[in-house]
């Protein structure tokens, strides 16, 4: 009985890392991702730090990524601003694959 209390422990354990890698992984994309749209925008530094933190807020409301986007859409328009949507999901996918890059380390 101890062996099987150990493994689910262990499989809590993997579960709660995963959950914890995943989280970081979709907020460090977030972040990566408001930052590209205020370069792309053209705004200073002090808005660009806020458009990805509005980003990453954006992103921890839940969702999928057609979610986000439209939030990210709706965060950008009051700037006189669009993103065409293929442009943005293109972008979301390749962060999120250099992103899983680094935390999956050196090959």
Sequence with gaps: ???FDEREKSQEAKF???REIAFKIAARRNKRLGLWLAERLGLP???AAALAA??????LAGGDDAALSGRIQALI?????????????RQMAGLLE???AEFSGPA
Excluded: H, I, T, Y
């Excluded at 328009?77 to 999901?89: I, K, M, S, T």
């Design 1 to 3: 009985m101890k062996s």
């Design 98 to 100: 250099s992103v899983r």
């Design 45 to 47: 530094d002090a808005a």
């Design 54 to 59: 509005e980003v990453v807020a954006a992103g």
């Design 16 to 18: 709660a890392f995963d």
């Design 77 to 89: 328009e009051p700037l006189g601003a669009a993103v065409p949507e293929a442009e943005l999901r």
